[in-house]
């Protein structure tokens, strides 16, 4: 059975930082592409980084340059590491496959970034 545990969200300024880590348990992590996910309130979720089993990496253009995803594939888990955090980034964070599969999403963990 898949469980994907987040944690590490919380509350920071405008300019802040923050790390995200992912820790998944069952046969997800090895040869998937991992990615990480935002909903904003009133929005619908989106994809904001994605990692290969390699470790290629790609960014939504509203996070380049700020954000940097990275896996750990002993540790079967998986980072975020979030700089100049801007109030738009406000949102819960989720990780998951690439592709997504519903049945993993976990219960994400907040970012709150104030201005």
């Known amino acids: 059975q898949v469980q994907l545990v987040e944690s590490g969200g919380g509350l920071v300024q405008a300019g802040g930082s923050l790390t995200l880590s992912c820790a998944a348990s069952?046969?997800?992590?090895?040869?998937?592409?991992m990615g990480w996910y935002r909903q904003a309130p009133g929005k619908q979720r989106e994809l904001v980084a994605t990692?290969?089993?390699?470790?290629?990496?790609n960014y939504a253009d509203s996070v380049k340059g700020r954000f940097a995803i990275s896996r750990d594939n002993v540790k079967n888990t998986m980072y975020l590491q979030m700089n100049s955090l801007k109030p738009e980034d406000t949102a819960v964070y989720y990780c998951?496959?690439?592709?997504?599969?519903?049945?993993?999403w976990g219960r994400g963990t907040q970012v709150t970034v104030s201005s």
């Open positions: 998951n496959r690439v592709p997504l599969v519903i049945a993993y």
């Open positions: 990692i290969t089993s390699g470790g290629n990496t």
């Open positions: 069952g046969s997800i992590f090895s040869r998937n592409v």
